[in-house]
């Protein structure tokens, strides 16, 4: 069983940063597949970031892409989304996942693990 605690969520104007941060609980955090999901009042859960258990690699979705970091640090269980030039768009509650060696993992279908989300809004 993994836990995951996310935080760094906030109210930030457009052009703004946040930092999120997801806390993961066990000893085995290295061995899995971290994923960043967001889901907007009324749409679907969708795809951020994720970053690969094996070698760091990170995938985006194309909104994102130049905009937001995602990274680990494996020594502290903690996966980070690091977002910058943030658009009124990008409000919604953040989602941290995990999947243990997880590959391709861009779907919320193929995440066991979810954390309770943080809520981000960007003022235009």
């Known amino acids: 069983q993994v836990q995951l605690v996310e935080s760094g969520g906030g109210l930030v104007q457009a052009g703004g940063f946040l930092r999120l941060s997801c806390a993961a609980s066990g000893r085995t955090f290295s061995g899995y597949t971290m994923g960043w999901f967001r889901q907007a009042p009324g749409k679907e859960r969708e795809f951020v970031a994720s970053?690969?258990?094996?070698?760091?690699?990170?995938d985006y979705t194309d909104s994102v892409k130049g905009r937001f970091t995602i990274s680990r640090d494996n020594a502290k269980n903690t996966v980070y989304l690091q977002m910058n030039s943030l658009k009124p768009e990008d409000t919604a509650v953040y989602y941290c996942?995990?999947?243990?060696?997880?590959?391709?993992?861009?779907?919320?279908?193929?995440?066991?693990?979810w954390g309770q989300g943080t809520q981000v809004t960007v003022s235009s």
């Open positions: 970053i690969s258990w094996f070698d760091s690699s990170a």
């Open positions: 996942a995990s999947q243990w060696r997880g590959w391709k993992m861009n779907s919320p279908a193929q995440y066991d693990y």
